[in-house]
Each structure stands twice: as structure tokens, then as C-alpha cells.
């Protein structure tokens, strides 16, 4: 996870530049998933990679560095921006569950009312 995130950070950087050079005031919105799983399973083509905490870091190992850089260098540029914690293993049964359902559900309709607030503000004459 850490060995992509400056490509992560760099594009969607970017992507709120390109944005903004086309005029207008966009309210631009980021949401960014970030998987806290104890294990993971990556894969090249057909040839799995699961992590093993040492030369392949568990994504839990790695989560926290991901949030803070990605607050520090792409959250700023947003109008809005939500990290949407999660687990996922990517092997079958391919479970999944969000870190805090309940914090998730409420972050994401806080975030949308503000963006329906900012909309107004911005669009309405």
C-alpha cells in the first residue's frame, strides 16, 4: 500500500487541478478507501503475494501512514475528502466489513449535507 501511495496522492492531486483549470468553482470531493485488514492477498496476473508482516506488510501495518500522508498532501486540496476505513482479505469468501460501520454511515451523510450547504452556496441565485 505505502510503495503506491505517492502515485496515489500525486493523481488525485491532479485530477482537482484539471478540475479547476476548466473553470467555474467545482466542489471537489474525495473519497478514498483504506484497508486496515490483519492479512492481504495482492496478485501478479495469476501469482499471489500475501502479505506476511515483514517483507510483505499486513495492510494494517500500513493503514495509519497511508491516512496521515494522504491528510497531509491531498485532503488540503479537496473541498471535501472522507477516508472510508475498511477490511478486505481478497481471497475467497472475499469477505469484507467496514472498520466502524456506524462512524462511516454518519462521516459520509455529515459530508454529503455539507456538500448540498456548499452547492447552495456557490450555485443558487
Same mark, same amino acid.
Given at each position: 500500500?505505502?510503495?503506491?501511495?505517492?502515485?496515489?496522492?500525486?493523481?488525485?492531486?491532479?485530477?482537482?487541478?484539471?478540475?479547476?483549470?476548466?473553470?467555474?468553482?467545482?466542489?471537489?470531493?474525495g473519497?478514498?478507501?483504506v484497508?486496515?485488514?490483519?492479512?492481504?492477498?495482492?496478485?501478479?496476473?495469476?501469482? !499471489? =503475494? %500475501?502479505?506476511?508482516?515483514r517483507?510483505?506488510?499486513?495492510? #494494517?501495518? *500500513?493503514?495509519?501512514?497511508?491516512?496521515? &500522508?494522504?491528510?497531509?498532501?491531498?485532503?488540503p486540496?479537496?473541498?471535501?475528502?472522507?477516508?472510508?476505513?475498511?477490511?478486505?482479505?481478497?481471497?475467497? !469468501? =472475499? %469477505?469484507?466489513?467496514?472498520v466502524?460501520?456506524?462512524?462511516? #454511515?454518519? *462521516?459520509?451523510?455529515?459530508?454529503?449535507? &455539507?456538500?448540498?450547504?456548499?452547492?447552495?452556496?456557490?450555485?443558487?441565485?
Amino acid at each position: 500500500m505505502i510503495k503506491q501511495i505517492d502515485r496515489v496522492i500525486g493523481d488525485l492531486v491532479r485530477q482537482v487541478d484539471e478540475f479547476k483549470r476548466g473553470g467555474g468553482t467545482p466542489i471537489c470531493v474525495g473519497l478514498v478507501g483504506v484497508n486496515f485488514s490483519d492479512i492481504y492477498t495482492s496478485y501478479e496476473g495469476e501469482r !499471489p =503475494f %500475501p502479505t506476511d508482516g515483514r517483507k510483505y506488510k499486513h495492510p #494494517i501495518q *500500513e493503514a495509519a501512514d497511508a491516512v496521515n &500522508r494522504l491528510r497531509e498532501k491531498a485532503q488540503p486540496k479537496f473541498d471535501e475528502f472522507m477516508f472510508l476505513r475498511f477490511r478486505a482479505k481478497n481471497v475467497e !469468501p =472475499f %469477505p469484507f466489513e467496514w472498520v466502524d460501520e456506524a462512524k462511516t #454511515i454518519m *462521516e459520509y451523510s455529515a459530508m454529503l449535507t &455539507r456538500i448540498s450547504i456548499e452547492y447552495d452556496r456557490r450555485f443558487s441565485r
